[in-house]
């Protein structure tokens, strides 16, 4: 069974930092692109990060460019993102997800992060 479990989210002040962790099972995790998507409260999904099987090919929304980096230990099978400068729109729910064929197929529950001072 696959599982993706976020973790990491929580309440920060604006120009601070956090990082995510999403921990995989279930599946060859190494041989799997993954990527972030967040959803801010009353809008729709919006794509955050993408990071390939391939080393190094990694690929942000334009609103996080500059701003967030995404990286993966696949010795741990788990994901990361790290966020830096955080602004007040950066609040959402964050979401790690699986590639496969072509499309997103697995998603996790989710981690709640809150930028507010």
């Known amino acids: 069974e696959v599982q993706l479990v976020e973790s990491g989210g929580g309440l920060v002040q604006p120009g601070g930092s956090l990082r995510l962790s999403c921990a995989a099972s279930g599946f060859t995790f190494s041989r799997n692109d993954m990527t972030w998507v967040r959803q801010a409260p009353g809008k729709g999904l919006e794509w955050v990060s993408r990071?390939?099987?391939?080393?190094?090919?990694?690929s942000y929304g334009d609103s996080v460019k500059g701003r967030f980096t995404i990286s993966r230990d696949d010795a741990k099978n788990t994901l990361y993102l790290q966020m830096g400068s955080l602004k007040p729109e950066d609040t959402a729910v964050y979401y790690c997800a699986k590639w496969g064929l072509g499309t997103v197929d697995y998603w996790g529950q989710g981690t709640p992060v809150t930028v507010s001072s």
């Open positions: 990071i390939n099987i391939v080393v190094g090919s990694t």
